[in-house]
């Protein structure tokens, strides 16, 4: 996947983050109540894995999403929950430049929903919780359906 603009990330302590500043400037308030001409100086760092829960929240709030991510990302899923703990970036994978990010989501849709209208829902859906949560253009949102739940089939031991 590539970015349309220059792609520039910074590592901090083993991690991948994404060095943000803000498209439009916007009129800051100062304590006292007087309006400042632009933004406080400074930088907004967002890591990757940020942007990444982002648009996996925003993936399973859509209608028709049984899951997110492969069955081999489902299995340790399925482990983490039993010890409590839950990936909410599981089945996505962002790469984020200066101002833009580009995602793929690996869904698990539930039958019998229309496939393509479901993808759909999370594209729009992802794009938008990216623009208005992080504050970044989106590039592209790329979904990949692995498979289609059938309801019942859990119940089976």
């Known amino acids: 996947m590539r970015l349309v603009h220059d792609y520039t990330s910074l590592s901090q302590n083993g991690a991948t983050m994404a060095d943000t500043?803000?498209?439009t400037p916007t009129a800051a308030?100062?304590?006292t109540g007087l309006a400042t001409d632009g933004p406080t100086p400074g930088r907004t760092v967002v890591a990757d894995a940020v942007v990444a829960k982002v648009a996996g929240i925003a993936a399973r709030?859509?209608?028709g999403v049984h899951?997110?991510?492969g069955g081999a990302a489902r299995a340790f899923g399925a482990l983490r929950d039993v010890v409590g703990s839950t990936d909410l970036?599981?089945?996505v994978r962002v790469e984020v430049g200066e101002t833009q990010v580009a995602a793929d989501v690996t869904i698990v849709v539930e039958?019998?929903?229309?496939i393509s209208q479901v993808?759909?829902?999370v594209r729009e859906s992802v794009a938008a919780a990216i623009e208005q949560?992080?504050?970044m253009d989106v590039a592209e949102v790329n979904v990949s359906v692995t498979d289609v739940h059938i309801p019942g089939d859990d119940d089976e031991v």
């Open 21 to 23: 500043t803000p498209t």
């Open 29 to 31: 308030t100062t304590p």
């Open 61 to 63: 709030e859509v209608p």
């Open 67 to 69: 899951a997110l991510g």
């Open 89 to 91: 970036g599981q089945g």
């Open 111 to 114: 039958y019998p929903v229309a």
């Open 119 to 121: 993808a759909d829902q």
């Open 133 to 135: 949560l992080v504050g």
